[in-house]
């Protein structure tokens, strides 16, 4: 599945790493896209695992969603929040402020 995404990431101008941590490009149009769908996953859940087929590497935002709703972007927000020996004091608060700084930073980029 990570072939995948990198090889549909391939053309576009921005990149990702393999932990998904960061904004993540799914899908976007061919014409471009008119709003940005952005998908996070719950506290301790896998950026990828949250919204893949349990019986496929079918991911839903990716392969179906796109078909539902026309000229979209997909974006994934991966973050690191292992919820087991976790001695992390970040607040609900400062995660949805980096994730927010996130996707500011990705969109001024890709303007």
Same mark, same amino acid.
């Given at each position: 599945?990570?072939?995948?995404?990198?090889?549909?990431?391939?053309?576009?101008? !921005?990149?990702? @790493? *393999?932990?998904?941590?960061?904004?993540?490009? #799914? =899908?976007?149009?061919?014409?471009?896209?008119?709003?940005?769908?952005?998908?996070?996953?719950?506290?301790?859940?896998?950026?990828?695992?949250?919204?893949?087929?349990?019986?496929?590497?079918?991911?839903?935002?990716?392969? !179906?969603?796109? @078909? *539902?709703?026309?000229?979209?972007?997909?974006? #994934? =927000?991966?973050?690191?929040?292992?919820?087991?020996?976790?001695?992390?004091?970040?607040?609900?608060?400062?995660?949805?402020?980096?994730?927010?700084?996130?996707?500011?930073?990705?969109?001024?980029?890709?303007?």
């Amino acid at each position: 599945m990570i072939r995948r995404i990198r090889k549909a990431g391939s053309s576009l101008p !921005y990149r990702f @790493d *393999d932990d998904f941590h960061g904004v993540t490009p #799914l =899908y976007e149009a061919n014409r471009g896209a008119d709003v940005d769908v952005i998908a996070v996953p719950g506290l301790g859940s896998h950026a990828i695992g949250s919204w893949r087929s349990p019986t496929s590497n079918d991911l839903w935002l990716r392969d !179906y969603l796109p @078909d *539902d709703i026309p000229n979209i972007r997909v974006l #994934l =927000y991966g973050y690191d929040t292992p919820l087991l020996g976790n001695n992390s004091k970040d607040s609900i608060e400062d995660l949805g402020v980096r994730f927010l700084e996130s996707i500011k930073a990705f969109r001024a980029d890709t303007v």
